[in-house]
């Protein structure tokens, strides 16, 4: 789940090593044989998975000094009914464990390589809590009419590709996280019973060097395998350089918003009537109720004071002050069973950070979020007010007229390995998403919240990469020949372009813009790479053979005679132009385009970037007399010496008056060790009711 929890997902590393070796199978138990000193039930015991249908290798689990050595669903939702389907193909060689499958689910696996399971999970696909089901049925769920969160944003609900077939491989759990190891048996399951597109929800907030990543590793043989990996692309924005998944054989997804949001309003005994943004089911039918400020009503016998109380942290009120009242809290933290532990009947959320008021919330009683001004405004009414009250009126949707902006919480770009490389590749919907819903999982994440629901609305990048996934299936079904960086490629130059007006980090928000169904099936050019270009771009990263074998699997595989450097050679979609401080402008472009369109066609370029830089193509036409031919050019970026200057957005456009290739060029200066990872920091998860966003505090 994206994002993942982080102190679980390197503890898994710290003791689970990946091997890729072309020997068989069966060997894997004597090369640990040898390693562990002969000891046959060392040997027995350390080896967790052995990989060998798509890619060789083993995990084992070993002390650290052995180291140096060497989705989850609920398939009865009515979104995943096979009414009218035919038999999985011929192809096809899943297998589903511990559910009944049909000719929609096809396949559902789980993976769980410590054998620990929490009481709220189920030792199966079965999804306990609601995410997997969500971004599934997003992906590829039947139509269902009628579907609703309990009476809001009441429609049809279908996935981006509903006709298509879904295999399931659940790698993450409750309260535990992701295992390395479970990831990448499920890609070794997933290529070989032959899935066509990969759709990832996951990923960590401290992106890790491709060698110590599984999601890169993975999805480095998927690619080999002609399989492209969809990724979130993370919840930590608006902070800059926080984009996770940033293989460049993978597509990395930002969030953004639909023309849809919920509001559920506040109206004071005054008569002032105050929007708030929230999923609120809950009917008060225009009641009015006492209201309290938070910070008035700390539970000091139990050992709180202002800060726990105002924050409406559990324990932290007084329920003989609160019960029955409507409490204004001042927080960002948590799902407010705080207030309903004190028998307190709804809450207003003064959210201290501005930014954050884009999404939507569901709390298990009558609640809604509002702006810090309105929330000072509320606050000034209860303290002059003898007796305040108030009500919280029950949702409804409004058309938002800003959309499409990149929601707050979308993590942010440059790309902190490869500055040369612009990630997030792409942003599709993931702002208050309905989908369905595991009947199982509360919709708000507290426990204290008892509604069942079939649909829920959430948010997160998690939400976001099942829509890229779907549009990426429709693709490969329509050319099924195609490299998955065929299709990535079609997916970015066809993008929407997104107004920069209302996204102040510009391409470290958006990628190449926002998501375009309807014309990424006829893209006219794309820029492909094969596995041996992605080779080529670790050499030149600085991989050495020894590393590039951990994430090739290959034992011929070496970087012998390539010189490391800049990643401007690297067949990509968009160019990427990191000025170290204090140095002038030099960067040189190769890419080569393929016609995969008419036969006969001229491409002529148009190039838009700020007067500071100058920016040359050669040649500036392309013609082509066949489909599959190739053309190479070159751009050349040159400019004066910078130092401190933000992200400066061109494009680069070919066009044949049918086709409109864009491509993004984005220069942008950094000093000279600010883009390598951070360390591991330990983090504490705040769920933040039942949505794919967990706010991570770091230590």
């Not at 919280?392 to 058309?399: A, F, Q």
């Not at 990628?511 to 492909?528: D, E, F, R, S, W």
Request: glycine share 8%.
């Amino acid at each position: 789940m994206q994002c993942l929890n982080n102190s679980i997902f390197y503890y898994f590393f710290s003791v689970l090593q990946f091997y890729f070796t072309k020997r068989a199978i069966n060997d894997d138990f004597d090369l640990l044989f040898g390693l562990l000193d002969g000891s046959a039930s060392l040997a027995k015991e350390s080896l967790v998975y052995s990989y060998g249908r798509s890619f060789n290798g083993f995990a084992a689990k070993l002390s650290p000094p052995e180291v140096d050595t060497f989705s989850r669903i609920w398939p009865e939702s009515e979104s995943f009914n096979d009414e009218g389907m035919s038999p999985p193909p011929a192809k096809w060689k899943g297998k589903c464990h511990n559910i009944t499958c049909n000719n929609k689910i096809i396949g559902a696996r789980y993976y769980n390589s410590e054998g620990l399971y929490p009481t709220t999970e189920f030792k199966s696909p079965r999804d306990a809590i609601g995410h997997g089901t969500h971004t599934s049925s997003t992906a590829a769920g039947r139509e269902v009419d009628g579907a609703s969160f309990l009476g809001l944003a009441k429609g049809t609900a279908t996935g981006g590709v509903p006709n298509a077939r879904i295999a399931v491989y659940k790698v993450c759990w409750d309260m535990l996280g992701c295992s390395n190891a479970d990831i990448l048996a499920a890609f070794d399951d997933a290529i070989a019973d032959g899935v066509d597109i990969l759709s990832m929800s996951l990923g960590s907030d401290d992106p890790q060097p491709f060698f110590d990543d599984a999601l890169a590793i993975g999805a480095f043989h998927a690619m080999k395998r002609g399989v492209l990996s969809s990724a979130s692309a993370g919840n930590s924005g608006p902070s800059p350089a926080t984009a996770s998944n940033l293989a460049p054989w993978m597509l990395t997804v930002a969030a953004s918003s639909m023309d849809r949001k919920f509001i559920s309003q506040v109206v004071l005994g005054n008569g002032e009537i105050y929007p708030g943004i929230a999923v609120n089911s809950f009917k008060l039918n225009g009641t009015s109720f006492p209201l309290v400020w938070a910070g008035d009503v700390a539970n000091y016998s139990g050992g709180n004071g202002l800060l726990n109380a105002k924050n409406c942290l559990p324990g932290s009120l007084n329920s003989n002050k609160i019960a029955g009242k409507i409490v204004l809290c001042n927080s960002v933290l948590g799902d407010y069973t705080g207030v309903v532990m004190a028998n307190g009947l709804g809450a207003i959320v003064s959210f201290p950070i501005p930014f954050l008021i884009d999404i939507a919330l569901s709390y298990p009683l009558p609640a809604t979020q509002v702006k810090t001004g309105d929330g000072d405004a509320i606050l000034e009414y209860i303290r002059t007010t003898e007796n305040p009250i108030g009500t919280i009126l029950v949702g409804e949707t409004w058309k938002d007229i800003m959309a499409p902006y990149v929601a707050s919480f979308s993590s942010r770009g440059p790309n902190r390995l490869n500055p040369e490389i612009l990630k997030p590749d792409i942003t599709a919907p993931g702002l208050d998403i309905l989908a369905a819903w595991s009947p199982v999982a509360s919709p708000s994440g507290s426990p204290f919240d008892t509604r069942k629901v079939k649909f829920n609305v959430i948010s997160g990048t998690s939400m976001s990469c099942p829509h890229a996934s779907a549009v990426a299936a429709y693709v490969k079904a329509l050319h099924p020949n195609w490299s998955p960086a065929a299709i990535k490629s079609a997916i970015m130059t066809t993008a929407n372009v997104m107004d920069p007006r209302k996204n102040d980090d510009h391409e470290f928000a958006y990628g190449a813009g926002h998501i375009n169904p309807l014309a990424v099936t006829n893209p006219g050019l794309v820029y492909n790479a094969s596995e041996a270009d992605y080779i080529h771009f670790l050499c030149k990263q600085g991989y050495n053979t020894s590393t590039l074998k951990q994430i090739t699997g290959e034992s011929n595989a070496s970087c012998d005679g390539v010189v490391p450097g800049r990643a401007w050679d690297l067949n990509y979609p968009t160019f990427g132009v990191a000025v170290e401080d204090g140095q002038s402008v030099n960067a040189t472009f190769t890419r080569t385009v393929t016609n995969v369109a008419s036969t006969n066609s001229t491409y002529r370029v148009t190039v838009q970037m700020s007067s500071s830089v100058n920016v040359e193509v050669h040649p500036k036409k392309l013609s082509f007399s066949t489909v599959g031919e190739k053309k190479t050019f070159t751009v050349k970026v040159s400019g004066p010496k910078m130092v401190e200057q933000p992200i400066q957005s061109g494009t680069i456009v070919w066009k044949d008056g049918v086709h409109v290739v864009r491509s993004p060029l984005v220069v942008y200066t950094i000093t000279t060790n600010s883009m390598t990872t951070s360390p591991f920091r330990p983090t504490e998860r705040i769920r933040f009711g039942a949505n794919s966003i967990n706010w991570n505090m770091h230590f």
